[in-house]
T-cell receptor, first 115, second 112 residues
Framework: GAGVSQSPSNKVTEKGKDVELRCDPI?????LYWYRQSLGQGLEFLIY????????KSGLPSDRFSAERTGGSVSTLTIQRTQQEDSAVYLC?????????????FGPGTRLTVT | QKEVEQNSGPLSVPEGAIASLNCTYS??????FFWYRQYSGKSPELIMS??SNGDKEDGRFTAQLNKASQYVSLLIRDSQPSDSATYLC????????????WGLGTSLAVNP
């Protein structure tokens, strides 16, 4: 079946511009996660959705970052007034919620470069 | 602060050898444990999950869990150059949400 998809795969933007990153989770997966990974670094948790609600936004670095999820499916991560330190790969993962299952399945990521 | 610790490596093994990757975690209540493989420039890929003490085998991979010692390992038998990647250990945070706590990964190099 179809896996997690993300778009765009690459995004180059100028400092100060807003960007939107999109994630389509695996069908039926109710949990959705956003992570950020800088070159050579570990995964940095950003936000987690259960359905359309975000019980944990603790990883969002600043109020320039926001995310929403609609229809229990597609999610968008928005970064306003981008800064050079926002350059990273943004990864989305989804997870089934049934049976206490925690495994996460990742999309291919969006590489964001802020110039 | 809940933590998952891994040796960053690099771990270098010859082709055909057994690669042993280790992970310790801090929260005694954690119940779910995962190994992910991440090739350079790619996203993490789930390769093993383990929930009970003991060994779980899947092809050339064996995950080992010891909850008393808060230790989980991944053995890769007959290592191949294509196994060269970073291996991430992840553990459920045993809290009220569904987050995973991630290690920083161990870099594995399998030399032909």
């Amino acid at each position: 079946g179809a896996g997690v998809s993300q778009s765009p795969s690459n995004k180059v933007t100028e400092k100060g511009k807003d960007v939107e990153l999109r994630c389509d989770p695996i069908s039926g997966h109710t949990a959705l996660y956003w992570y950020r990974q800088s070159l050579g670094q570990g995964l940095e948790f950003l936000i987690y959705f259960q359905g359309n609600s975000a019980p944990d936004k603790s990883g969002l670095p600043s109020d320039r970052f926001s995310a929403e999820r609609t229809g229990g499916s597609v999610s968008t991560l928005t970064i306003q007034r981008t800064q050079q330190e926002d350059s990273a790969v943004y990864l989305c993962a989804s997870s089934p919620s049934s049976g206490g299952s925690y495994e996460q399945y990742f999309g291919p990521g969006t590489r964001l470069t802020v110039t | 602060q809940k933590e998952v610790e891994q040796n960053s490596g690099p771990l270098s093994v010859p082709e055909g050898a057994i690669a042993s990757l280790n992970c310790t975690y801090s929260d005694r209540v954690s119940q779910s444990f995962f190994w992910y493989r991440q090739y350079s420039g790619k996203s993490p890929e789930l390769i093993m999950s383990i929930y009970s003490n003991g060994d779980k085998e899947d092809g050339r991979f064996t995950a080992q869990l010891n909850k008393a010692s808060q230790y989980v390992s991944l053995l890769i038998r007959d290592s191949q150059p294509s196994d060269s990647a970073t291996y991430l250990c992840a553990v459920d945070n045993a809290g009220n949400n569904r987050k995973l706590i991630w290690g920083l990964g161990t870099s594995l190099a399998v030399n032909p």
